[in-house]
């Protein structure tokens, strides 16, 4: 199973805002991020959730201007989860699920 190091391989695209771009157009999906931050050599959970083309962390502080990266510190991306809003307690919302950082910037992906 192979890591995704967002700062590294995702150099050129801003994967995060990407994908808000992306679910933006597709109101009616949640994306959630999990992996972790690399902060002072030790690895810390990262959970992002994207839906309507915004960004909300439920174990980090994250930036909300747009002009600037949602996470400005190091951090992997382990999975991507695809659910149909809005979420309930069962999993009946759960889609699809993803290891490749490029996967979801595909938006067929999403339907």
Same mark, same amino acid.
């Given at each position: 199973? &192979? &890591? #995704? ?27 959630? %991020?999990?992996?972790?931050? %690399? ?7 990262? &959970? ?9 962390? #439920? ?22 989860? %695809? ?5 309930? &307690? ?14 979801? %910037? ?6």
């Amino acid at each position: 199973m &192979e &890591e #995704t190091l967002a700062s590294r391989k995702m150099a050129k695209i801003d994967l995060i805002n990407s994908l808000e771009k992306i679910s933006s157009e597709i109101p009616h999906r949640i994306l959630k %991020l999990e992996g972790f931050i %690399l902060k002072d050599n030790q690895k810390e959970q990262l &959970e992002i959730l994207i839906f309507r083309g915004y960004s909300s962390s #439920t174990t980090h502080p994250i930036e909300i201007d747009s002009q600037k990266k949602v996470i400005a510190l190091s951090y992997i991306i382990k999975t991507y989860k %695809l659910y149909k809003a809005p979420l309930t &307690e069962t999993e009946e919302n759960f889609i699809r699920e993803s290891k490749n950082s490029v996967f979801f %910037l595909n938006q067929k992906n999403w339907i």
